[in-house]
């Protein structure tokens, strides 16, 4: 039997069962306090006095046979109900899907309708192809297992890291190349394919390799997705070629220009300083051996590939280099803050002096400037104008910014010249 004749049947035999309670206890006489029914207590009001207490008992009597015939009647009714509705099929449910009437019953969450999904949640997702182009490294669509790739190094080789470096490695030829790292999310660059073109032409293995090889390669710094393995660069013995430096290629029609660095630390300022100097034309740089920063990779990726191309000499003695240069006629020239007094030695802007004559522009180390024994030797000092009134504490500025400015204005005093 179907479930709909199941729920009709029950609801039935509730109601005939509520009627049949409902009915007896209407037809029960009810007694108030004084012991007398309601019943009576009306007949009792209606009727004349003269009738007998005999018969009003024999009427109640009848009345109360009455009510109980029609309840047996009513019993007799839901029986054969109950025997009509024959039991149909058991229904069983699990007892996760019966219904508890104390257990609030919450509507499902539905997702909305028309939200697009999203199609990456790594950190850090760019949705715009346009911004996402003008990234430095391209976030993959999919995350790629994290493959293991062994680049293995010669002793004593290092990786040259960046498009310029690498690129003008291979043009110069300074150093020996062992093999060429190129991200396979980058090989399709125009500068990176050139970079592929010459290791083949030159006989150098290339590797396409994720990009988190690279980062190890070259410690984390911006590789632009090429490294290159390579030999070292290092300083020219200044003190070995001093003897030929009137053999020097030069030309003519203008005074030398020489760049002094004494005791550069940093690698990021030593290859700024190179990148200016090689720019605005000075014909060599100087540095002294002692507490000068090394040439490495970071210093050539600085420089944009400047170390490539330009050599960088170095002197055991600075202040003894210097001397013998001024010995040669050659004017010495040092560099000073704007709130620092030099002692003996006239202090004028760098719009203001006349480069006559060969010349070696000395700038000293980051924090401390020059050493006495090197200003000593200076003939004058040179000084940048600050445009506004400065706070203590930032009355000078980088080295390599003023090392910019200074050679810009030799360089335009040169040319007009």
Not at 69 to 78: D, Q
Not at 234 to 245: C, E, N, Q
Request: net charge positive; aromatic share 6%; with cysteine.
């Amino acid at each position: 039997m179907s479930s709909v004749t199941l729920n009709g049947a029950a609801r039935c035999l509730g109601g005939c069962a509520g009627l049949s309670s409902r009915l007896q206890f209407a037809l029960r006489p009810h007694r108030c306090r004084t012991g007398m029914s309601t019943w009576q207590k009306r007949t009792a009001g209606s009727e004349s006095p003269s009738k007998s207490n005999h018969s009003r008992e024999e009427d109640l009597a009848k009345s109360v046979l009455e009510a109980e015939g029609n309840g047996r009647r009513l019993n007799a009714v839901t029986a054969s109900a109950e025997e009509t509705v024959s039991p149909g099929p058991q229904i069983t449910f699990p007892p996760s899907a019966q219904w508890k009437p104390d257990a609030v019953h919450r509507r499902p969450k539905v997702s909305k309708v028309g939200t697009a999904p999203r199609l990456d949640t790594k950190p850090g997702h760019v949705g715009n192809p346009e911004l996402r182009g003008l990234r430095y490294d391209d976030f993959a669509k999919r995350r790629s297992r994290d493959v293991s790739v062994s680049a293995e190094r010669r002793e004593g080789s290092e990786i040259l890291f960046g498009v310029a470096p690498c690129s003008l490695a291979f043009t110069q030829l300074r150093r020996q190349a062992f093999q060429l790292f190129v991200n396979v999310k980058r090989s399709h660059r125009v500068e990176v394919q050139a970079i592929c073109q010459r290791a083949r032409e030159v006989g150098v293995p290339m590797r396409q390799v994720p990009r988190k090889v690279l980062d190890r390669l070259c410690e984390g710094r911006v590789h632009q997705g090429v490294c290159l393995e390579v030999t070292p660069l290092d300083y020219v013995d200044y003190d070995r070629y001093s003897l030929a430096d009137t053999e020097d290629s030069q030309p003519r029609d203008r005074p030398a220009l020489w760049l002094a660095l004494e005791d550069i630390l940093d690698p990021m300022n030593m290859g700024a300083l190179l990148r200016s100097a090689y720019f605005l034309g000075a014909d060599r740089v100087l540095t002294s051996q002692q507490k000068s920063c090394s040439l490495t990779p970071t210093v050539s990726k600085a420089s944009a590939g400047t170390l490539e191309v330009m050599s960088v000499y170095r002197t055991s003695n600075l202040p003894h280099a210097l001397k013998m240069k001024a010995a040669q006629g050659w004017r010495i020239a040092g560099t000073v803050g704007v709130s620092t007094e030099a002692v003996q030695t006239p202090v004028l802007p760098c719009s203001e002096f006349e480069w006559n004559a060969n010349t070696i522009l000395v700038l000293g180390n980051e924090g401390f400037g020059l050493s006495d024994d090197v200003t000593s030797l200076c003939h004058v000092m040179l000084t940048v104008p600050a445009g506004r009134h400065l706070h203590p504490g930032i009355e000078s500025l980088n080295v390599s910014v003023a090392a910019g400015i200074l050679l810009h204005c030799i360089s335009n005093k040169r040319t007009k010249g």
